[in-house]
């Protein structure tokens, strides 16, 4: 008996029109493995849709997917995530199962989830919705375990909660419960939300699996994992075994490129120089720039003339967050940009490390991590800013 476990399709994700189509191709060759496989259902842990009122042309692609599942008898079970989920209770979810294409297993009967049972299997599965910020915690907290953890049979538990007992190093700080929230003595643990994957047998639970974005959902998931994926698991005896299988419809190429000294209108050109035009056609290609700029301003940089040099790839994007203009030695304190400021201030100080300063600014300059609440955000801020100072055993 075969399974497959897709989570955070995020379905219309993309504002770039290229990658939001990747993204529902990458949807349509999940259900074309799935179909190949055999697997007797698909479960979907959550995001489907990137929102929760996804646009009408994109419901229709996913609707015509789930109906060829439907077609080959290969039942769809789905929990919302934190996208899709909606807190007045209407998202198109409800729309595909009163259409009989997918069966939403968050069905309550109180403070008592109950079972729905794959009827060709035998399996049992439930589970619970993800909500923005987290806020499912409650729900969690006022569950009534005692008839999911008595059942017997073969079961799988659907989730879409990040557990901190096993986030990676860069998502430290991301909001997170610890794995005691979840019922005990499960076969499987279909989660989502967290984009990495995981899967390991945990005691006393089961297996725990997250299977990431099935197509990257930013510039930083691209530059990480380059594509996406789902697993297909296959019950043998008391034992599963899990196989993970790509999704990778387009190759990732990424540049990292400091401009340190450049002029602004230099830049397109010693861009242009770095990369071999012959290496990117049909590829997604990532620029991260960096560095200070000698002269010039940012908004002479010619992107149209780049993006004109570079248009053998599928599509290029640029990421310039620390870019920055190098700024003039003599200036008015009353008339100057925060960054001028900055850079006399480090200047003038005299019992310093210059190189720290510059350290703990970087620092301070960080982007806010997908997914990550103000508060976490804050916290990693602060606590990597002592690291900087070498304050971090302080009280």
Known sequence: MKFAHLADCHIGGWSELKLKELGMQAFSAAIDKCIAEEVDFVLIAGDLFNTAIPSID?????????????????????????????????????????????????????????????????????????????????????????????????????FHTTLTEFKPPHLEMISSEPVAILPKGFDYYAGGHPHYVFNEVKEPYGRIAYPGALFPNNFGELERFKKGGFWINEFKGDVIESKYVDIKLKDVKSYTINLDGKDSNQVVDFILDKIDINTILGKIVLLRLEGVLDSGRLSDIDYSKLNEGLSGAFVVLRNSYKLSMKEFESFEVGESSAEKIEEKLIEEIKDFDKDKIKELLNVLSDEKLDGEKNLDFETRIVKNSLNVLGLENDN
């Open 58 to 158: 994109l419901l229709k692609i996913v609707a015509l997917d789930l109906r060829r599942l439907k077609e080959t008898k290969i039942p769809c079970y789905i929990t919302s995530g934190s996208h899709d989920y909606s807190p007045s209770g209407k998202t198109m979810l409800d729309v595909l199962e009163n259409a009989g294409l997918v069966v939403n297993v968050v069905k309550f009967d109180e403070d008592k989830l109950l079972f729905t049972e794959d009827t060709k299997t035998g399996i049992k599965i439930t589970g619970l919705f993800g909500k923005a910020g987290g806020l499912e915690k409650s729900y969690y907290e006022g569950l009534d375990r005692t008839n999911l953890e008595a059942e017997k049979s073969k079961k799988i538990f659907m």
